[in-house]
């Protein structure tokens, strides 16, 4: 069987790419939101998981080494992901704005520099980058399955306007790009989790 791992970094273009109108795809709801000059009804755990998880992956690639795509569409996923998480708080309800906040404190920003900490003063080498990994695969499923969160309002209001279907779409052709490049680099803790994320987009399409 010929080797095809020089392909990978196609995938990993192919996956940037398709990451970035991922990243893009809420701004319908955003613009929703603008409009009723509120974020009642919307969730912001997708975006708060999804920016926490770009924040680890950049950690893991830089661990890794000759990972610069992963690097390059992590810090624009951070810029987006955080900009709609302001936008959110702007306009969400007291409760849900305090609870985002939480959100916010405790994992993007107390479990990252937790993480920080532990790996660099407790594990040497190579065991640095398995550990995030381990990390990066369970967030990165995290990040698939949070849109799951929604499902439970559109079957509530017999409505499909909170699911964001441009999202969840999105998020099945990337699961298919990056698990393909993943695959191709042979590395676990990238294509498995889009196993599952190819799974769970398609569950949210129903």
């Known amino acids: 069987m010929a080797d095809i791992s020089h392909l990978a970094p196609i995938f990993g273009v192919l996956g940037s790419i398709i990451s970035f109108i991922v990243f893009l795809s809420p701004l319908p709801t955003f613009y929703d939101i603008y409009k009723k000059k509120s974020a009642e009804g919307y969730q912001s755990i ?9 924040m680890l992956m950049i950690y893991y690639a830089l661990l890794k080494g ?6 390059i569409i992590n810090v624009l996923g951070i810029v987006i992901e955080t900009i709609y998480v302001g936008f959110y708080i702007f306009y ?5 704005r305090v609870q985002t906040i939480k959100l916010l404190l405790l994992l993007v920003v107390g479990g990252y520099v937790a993480i ?3 790996v660099q003063f407790l594990f040497k080498g190579v065991v640095r980058a398995q550990i995030v990994g381990w990390m990066c695969l369970v967030f990165s499923i995290f990040t698939f399955a949070a849109p799951l969160c929604i499902v439970r309002k559109v079957i509530k209001t017999k409505s499909v306007e ?8 999105f998020l099945t ?4 790009m990056w698990f393909v490049y993943g695959f191709l680099k042979k590395d676990v803790n990238i294509y498995v989790p889009n196993i599952l994320g190819f799974i769970f987009g398609i569950l949210q399409m129903q």
Do not use: D, E, Q
Request: no cysteine; aromatic share 14%; net charge positive.
């Open 46 to 54: 997708p975006y708060g998981v999804a920016l926490f998880s770009a």
């Open 66 to 71: 000759n990972m610069m795509v992963v690097i």
């Open 92 to 96: 969400a309800p007291k409760k849900a």
């Open 116 to 118: 920080l900490l532990v």
């Open 162 to 169: 909170y699911m964001p279907f441009l999202l969840s779409f």
């Open 173 to 176: 052709l990337s699961a298919v």
